[in-house]
T-cell receptor
């Protein structure tokens, strides 16, 4: 059974701090790992990672994948109160059918205090 | 920016009733998905759909559930006879044939009483 484990489950930091969120996975026929930000409702897409060692960056957010050690990290620098959310990690396995469902972790609940 | 839309935002129904949740995927996407999230729990995959047929489904997606693309824009999830444990947020997602990034709609909160 595919498994995604995120840590920590919750994190409280002060505005301006840098945070690192972790995601480890076990999946048969790995295709990709995705990061989402969930505020009130829908998960909002952040990154999709398929290759090891290549950092993806968007503003203050960055992410990298290690396919040998089966984990990914999401970094947020100079955090702002608007970064407060649940950050979800999900993996996609190749099923051969083309449209593959994602397996999600429980998420990291990040709270940024002013 | 194109987005996935879902209606209604909140549906309250009585146990045993049928419900249909509606989604309009992003227009050039060809893969469609339904997920659910029970309050306080993980997002769980239900089903994926491509080329007018189910591509993959999870154990949750039993005979009570069905999906349909009744026209060129809508994608629906039907629950035939709702149970209390079907109460959850249901998310629709879509992706294209190239990047496979799945984009989620705002969700429908289903409450079964």
């Amino acid at each position: 059974e595919d498994k995604v484990v995120q840590s920590p489950l919750s994190l409280v930091v002060h505005e301006g701090d840098t945070v690192t969120l972790n995601c480890s996975y076990e999946v048969t026929n790995f295709r990709s790992l995705l990061w989402y930000k969930q505020e009130k409702k829908a998960p909002t897409f952040l990154f999709m990672l398929t290759s090891s060692g290549i950092e993806k960056k968007s503003g203050r957010l960055s992410s990298i994948l290690d396919k040998k050690e089966l984990f990914s990290i999401l970094n947020i620098t100079a955090t702002q109160t608007g970064d407060s959310a649940i950050y979800l990690c999900a993996v996609e396995a190749l099923s051969g059918g083309g449209a593959d469902g994602l397996t999600f972790g429980k998420g990291t609940h990040l709270i940024i205090q002013p | 920016e194109p987005e996935v839309t879902q209606t209604p935002s909140h549906q309250v129904t009585q146990m045993g009733q049928e419900v249909i949740l509606r989604c309009v995927p992003i227009s050039n996407h060809l893969y469609f998905y339904w997920y659910r999230q029970i309050l306080g729990q993980k997002v769980e995959f239900l089903v994926s759909f491509y080329n007018n047929e189910i591509s993959e489904k999870s154990e949750i997606f039993d005979d009570q559930f069905s999906v349909e693309r009744p026209d060129g824009s809508n994608f629906t999830l039907k629950i035939r006879s709702t149970k209390l444990e079907d109460s959850a947020m249901y998310f629709c997602a879509s992706s294209d044939l190239i990047a496979y990034e799945q984009y989620f709609g705002p969700g429908t909160r289903l409450t079964v009483t």
